[in-house]
């Protein structure tokens, strides 16, 4: 089920009245039975699997907390989850990736497995290999049962496409059976509702057509059908990400949870390290703290430290996708990391949350930087990202612009540019909204998000990260 559909509209109306109808000490027992039924509409067998996946991996956090050699069962359950992991995303691509060698051995000819990617497969196996591996460094609270093991991994406001949820985030609210309160039913009605209209108004009905047209045949269309493509793509997926996480961190402030901010205008970062400080937070945090920091981060020297910088990126980018196109992505960010990095070696870097007009050009470089590493994500293959490059690098911009959509970007870039001053001040908007005309105002956002989901919820387009 989408968040932007009539059936999760009814699926969650019913379970936020059976959440608040529950004493407290059953809350936690209607979340999970919802997040299990929510994640068995997909394909229903693949719940089993989940479930599977959930009982071994909780007998192995056990095992570690009361054995005497706990590194041998974290190793196993990191080993296990990623085990699974690599079947069901990676299987087809290293066979496919291997035919050329297998063949010239004499092998063939090989069949390339078809495999369904098991929804979500990649949030929740790095939410299970977090939470072991904090418990392992006693940087959280064991669990105290498997149904609070199962609910923090499966809480279906987040268990597609994140955020990626740390033990110590989530854990003592699950404990506590959440804190429902009338102003966290605001601020959640106020997420859920700037979520649709990013996901449904600006990523799905100005962006997504534009995009899948000229990304459907790279090298087709004009030069400047290109160039302005890669330009909404890059709004495409912001929107529709950071349009996910404000919808699932709503569902979970109604619910009585708060889920972390997954997202702070990335693409007003004044360089690359600050963009992956500000793009997919609990990601970024998780690949510093699981990957690069255990690689040796930047304690061992320059070269080392470089060399983590592009192998946390490369399995970044492989991370989101079993394709060479995403290695590419991956080595060019992690490029620019090590860039920055020998630039900024020299350079005071400013970490203020606020930009001045002097930050401009450093701005304005990022973002076309940026931009031009989405080819590869978005493109279907790498052979495709290459056409899409040649025609984009070597036509002809004398032919006719798509200026309708030249101002549907510019349009995307203000609304992005005014994100960093509504975050900012959002706690006071919701004080002024209290009584009054601010009932009005909310009464009408109620009756827009019923209006979006009765519009569009029944042919609206799939979140991008949940291929992921």
Not at 62 to 74: A, E, F, I, K, N
Not at 188 to 203: D, E, H, N, T, Y
Not at 221 to 249: C, K, W
Not at 327 to 344: A, K, P, Q
């Amino acid at each position: 089920m989408l968040f932007n559909s009539i059936p999760f509209l009814v699926f969650f109306t019913v379970v936020f009245v059976a959440h608040r109808l529950a004493p407290v000490r059953h809350r936690g027992g209607v979340l999970l039975a919802a997040s299990m039924i929510f994640y068995g509409m997909w394909i229903p067998i693949y719940l089993l699997l989940f479930i599977a996946v959930l009982v071994v991996n909780y007998v192995l956090l056990r095992g570690m907390v009361r054995s005497g050699c706990p590194r041998r069962w974290l190793t196993a359950s990191v080993v296990f989850s990623l085990g699974v992991l690599a079947y069901f995303k990676y299987a087809a691509f290293i066979v496919s990736s291997l035919l050329p060698v297998l063949e010239g051995f004499g092998f063939g000819p090989v069949e390339i497995p078809e495999i369904l990617l098991p929804l979500g497969i990649s949030f929740f196996t790095f939410q299970i290999i977090a939470l072991v591996v904090d418990t392992y460094r006693g940087e959280v609270a064991v669990v105290r049962s498997f149904r609070e093991y199962a609910l923090f991994i499966s809480f279906f406001p987040q268990l597609i496409a994140g955020p990626i949820v740390r033990g110590w985030q989530l854990l003592p609210q699950i404990r506590e059976g959440g804190r429902v309160s009338p102003e966290r039913d605001r601020e959640g009605l106020w997420l859920i509702s700037i979520g649709l209209g990013k996901k449904v108004l600006l990523a799905d009905l100005l962006l997504a057509p534009f995009v899948d047209r000229v990304f459907a045949e790279p090298g087709f269309n004009t030069a400047p059908e290109h160039l302005v493509a890669m330009y909404s793509f890059a709004f495409q997926i912001y929107f529709d990400f950071s349009g996910y996480t404000d919808m699932a961190r709503g569902l979970g402030k109604l619910l009585g949870f708060e889920l972390p901010l997954n997202f702070r205008e990335p693409y007003l970062s004044r360089n690359p390290a600050e963009f992956w400080r500000r793009w997919h937070i609990t990601l970024s945090n998780w690949l510093r703290d699981y990957l690069y920091i255990p690689l040796g981060g930047n304690r061992r020297g320059t070269l080392r430290t470089q060399r983590n910088l592009l192998i946390t990126m490369l399995l970044g980018g492989l991370w989101h996708g079993a394709a060479w196109n995403f290695v590419v992505w991956g080595g060019l960010h992690g490029v620019f990391l090590i860039v920055h990095r020998g630039w900024s070696g020299r350079h005071r870097e400013s970490r203020d949350d606020m930009i001045s007009w002097s930050d401009l050009p450093r701005v304005l470089v990022l973002f076309h930087v940026v931009c031009f590493a989405w080819i590869f994500f978005r493109a279907e293959d790498f052979d495709g990202a290459m056409a899409f490059l040649g025609r984009m690098l070597t036509g002809s911009y004398s032919q006719i612009w798509p200026w309708l959509q030249v101002i549907i970007v510019l349009v995307c870039m203000t609304a992005h540019a005014l994100e960093r001053l509504g975050r900012l001040r959002f706690a006071d908007l919701l004080v002024s909204l209290r009584g009054g005309w601010g009932a009005v105002v909310e009464g009408t956002m109620l009756g827009m998000i019923a209006a979006l989901v009765a519009l569009f919820g029944s042919g609206g387009a799939e979140f991008i990260y949940f291929q992921f």
